[in-house]
């Protein structure tokens, strides 16, 4: 990468960032509903046609400012684990790393006061599979790249039933509780399921 595409990359994430802090901070002031694309874009400095290079909805630009990054953050939390770590554990233990103190106090309240932001945070455990694959794959050296992809999926579709979970409204209305177990606890139960194709796998 030249300097200038390398510049180019930087300046295209700083904006990313610029875009989805900004919402984060107006749904935090005046409630998700009343956040507009052109408020958006007006306090990150962009205009909303910019905006929409970035993000399809405001939704999706509120519920990033909380994820940022973590897709990445969990395939290096994966190559990071001890080498002589079981993959099985490894793969668990780095999906709750990056999990387990999110969201948290007004995020969480933010996140769970909507159905579209629910189901926004919820899709963004898909993000999660092609780091996770790659991750996978460096960790043991496998060159089955069938086998890397599925086994990412399937940890991609565990984590986000248990997400889905634990950010599940009450019975016959959209509000939700505090949940009574930590998010770190429903994901180990939902991820112990994949322990024994994890642990056959490659």
Not at 43 to 50: F, K, N
Not at 178 to 199: C, F, G, I, Q, S
């Amino acid at each position: 990468m030249n300097d200038s595409s390398g510049l180019r990359e930087r300046k295209k994430i700083a904006t990313r960032a610029a875009l989805s802090a900004a919402a984060l901070r107006l749904a935090l002031e005046h409630g998700p509903d009343n956040v507009r694309v052109d408020d958006i874009a007006d306090a990150a400095g962009v205009s909303p046609r910019t905006y929409n290079n970035y993000f399809a909805s405001r939704e999706q630009a509120i519920v990033a400012a909380i994820t940022a990054e973590r897709a990445l953050r969990i395939g290096a939390a994966l190559r990071a684990r001890p080498a002589d770590e079981p993959l099985a554990e490894a793969v668990v233990e780095a999906v709750v790393e990056q999990y387990a103190s999110e969201p948290a106090g007004q995020a969480f309240m933010l996140i769970t006061s909507a159905p579209a932001l629910r189901a926004e945070y919820v899709n963004t455990v898909n993000a999660i599979e092609q780091p996770l694959a790659a991750a996978i794959a460096a960790r043991t050296g496998s060159d089955d790249d069938l086998a890397t992809k599925v086994l990412a999926a399937a940890v991609s579709a565990a984590t986000r039933i248990a997400i889905k979970h634990w950010v599940r409204p009450m019975p016959d209305s959209d509000l939700v509780v505090v949940p009574p177990r930590p998010l770190a606890d429903v994901l180990r139960e939902a991820l112990a399921h994949l322990m024994p194709a994890l642990r056959a796998a490659l």
